[in-house]
């Protein structure tokens, strides 16, 4: 793990992307990599992001410490990033105020 998590850290965009995709697709076990998924929320590429978010979504409840990430992503400029981070805190059971936005007027 500490190897992906190097790549993920200091890849080119193409490596950061595979290792994200990698890291979702072995889910709960990858819960070391946590921290660097976090911080590849905020990468400059969309496809980076995305797939930080799934694995975070895909890792679980062991995700708990990208919550303030995650509900930041929220308001991703692109829409995949956003349903994808709404899905993964959802799946943490993260139900705090400082999580999820107000409603809007409106919406109940």
Not at 20 to 31: K, V, W
């Amino acid at each position: 793990m500490p190897a992906l998590v190097a790549v993920l850290k200091d890849g080119d965009s193409d490596d950061r992307y595979v290792v994200a995709t990698a890291l979702a697709r072995i889910g709960p076990d990858a819960r070391a990599a946590v921290p660097a998924l976090a911080v590849a929320l905020k990468d400059q590429e969309p496809a980076v992001r995305r797939h930080a978010a799934q694995a975070l979504r895909e890792i679980g409840p062991d995700s708990k410490v990208a919550v303030p990430e995650l509900a930041a992503a929220l308001k991703d400029e692109h829409a995949g990033v956003r349903i994808i981070a709404a899905q993964a805190l959802s799946r943490i059971g993260e139900r705090k105020e400082e999580a999820w936005p107000p409603r809007l007027g409106g919406c109940t």
